[in-house]
């Protein structure tokens, strides 16, 4: 076990386990986006740092099919930020924001040596997409193309630049997709630790294995932070989710079949 999940298996509640916890209709979602930790200032603008942050938390609501409504910001900036930096984040924010049809409806604000945000995320849903309910047999998909975020960090480490519509940056959130195929999808969550981490997070959650129909890479499936949908269904749609991911313009990638044996995550844990 690695420490986030030992730390996690301290706190016992129904409520954990997805990427967001459901409570009578409503999904709450919480993340972290910390200088130094998930990003370097040198690699983007104050806007594009609130950007990301904001798309970072609002894809936990949409990967369990939840509309997002209210955003609680907190942020703790240096006290030498200037107004003209502190105005281009919130400006950020506030886009994002309006994007999506969220209200930004308070949080808090603490002067820090360096930027951390902190995002929750108030959703709706009348149909959840949770990570439960995989049974053998079903097949397992992922939308868009991975690897291109562990790309862009690798070239921004090597004090490269990246494109502003980069993976890193400019997230492509799957939202037209999920909705559209809430009555064929069973299980579902976003691809934020990587492909084959993730799965691990789903094996382990519904006692199964997998029985893989493509090879796939390590340096595609271990590539973290890609926002994806990775999500599982029954063979018997596979028309219909072929047809779902038409209709919303969305590549998709079949891969794996849930089976009776033993998954093992071959990619280094990416939080501790």
């Not at 809430?182 to 934020?192: H, N, Q, T, W, Y």
């Amino acid at each position: 076990m690695n420490l986030e999940n030992y730390f996690i298996s301290h706190f016992n509640s129904n409520y954990i386990g997805d990427d967001g916890a459901l409570i009578d209709g409503y999904v709450y979602s919480k993340d972290a986006f910390f200088e130094n930790v998930h990003y370097k200032k040198e690699w983007l603008s104050y806007y594009q740092i609130a950007q990301r942050a904001m798309l970072v938390n609002i894809s936990d609501a949409i990967a369990m099919n939840a509309t997002p409504k209210y955003a609680l910001l907190s942020v703790a900036m240096p006290k030498s930020m200037s107004k003209k930096n502190m105005s281009a984040l919130a400006e950020g924010f506030k886009d994002v924001a309006n994007k999506y049809g969220i209200e930004i409806i308070g949080g808090d604000t603490i002067s820090n040596t360096k930027l951390d945000i902190t995002i929750t995320i108030i959703s709706k849903t009348s149909r959840p997409l949770l990570r439960a309910k995989i049974r053998s047999g079903y097949i397992f998909g992922y939308t868009g193309e991975l690897g291109k975020s562990a790309y862009a960090l690798k070239k921004l480490f090597n004090l490269g630049k990246i494109h502003k519509h980069s993976k890193f940056i400019d997230i492509q959130l799957r939202q037209d997709f999920v909705q559209k195929s809430e009555r064929v999808l069973k299980a579902g969550m976003d691809i934020s630790d990587g492909l084959f981490s993730d799965l691990k997070k789903l094996t382990s959650l519904n006692k199964i294995g997998l029985k893989f129909s493509k090879e796939i890479p390590k340096s595609i499936a271990c590539s973290g932070e890609e926002y994806e949908m990775l999500f599982a269904f029954d063979k018997r749609e596979i028309k219909a989710v072929k047809r779902r991911a038409t209709q919303s313009r969305t590549k998709i990638t079949f891969f794996a079949q849930a089976a009776r044996n033993r998954y093992t995550n071959r990619c280094k844990a990416h939080h501790f």
